[in-house]
């Protein structure tokens, strides 16, 4: 693998399929995908889930994203607005895209492609 460009943390129970709501995962499969959208399974990191049935609280939250710090990107199946909020605040985009691991780590690097080639496309 080339050298790595984003780390993405993927919400699965198995490693090969994106599965799990963010706030109820006990595990991400930590992956680094270099420039040519080639990825690298890093590790599976076990965190403690933060969903407290349907609410959060603010400190274990904070705690849960903590564990995916390192990050750029987070794939879950579902995701709360509490979540998704606490994640922006750290630079952590967060997409629900439940699927096989491969598919979805394939449509984030077509995102992101289209996104710098929309980008230098209009001179920014």
């Known amino acids: 693998m080339d050298k790595a460009v984003y780390r993405v943390a993927l919400a699965s129970t198995d490693n090969r399929y994106v599965d799990q709501h963010f706030g109820r995962a006990e595990s991400f499969l930590i992956v680094d995908v270099d420039e040519n959208g080639d990825y690298e399974e890093i590790e599976q990191r076990f965190v403690i889930p933060v969903c407290e049935g349907g609410h959060h609280n603010a400190e274990k939250l904070k705690r849960g994203v903590d564990g995916v710090a390192d990050c ?13 909020g606490e994640l922006e605040e750290r630079g952590i985009a967060a997409f629900e895209m439940p699927g096989p691991v491969d598919a979805a780590i394939k449509k984030l690097d077509g995102y992101l492609r289209l996104l710098k080639e929309m980008n230098s496309i209009s001179g920014q």
């Open 72 to 84: 750029n990107f987070v794939l879950v199946a579902k995701i709360g607005g509490g979540a998704m």
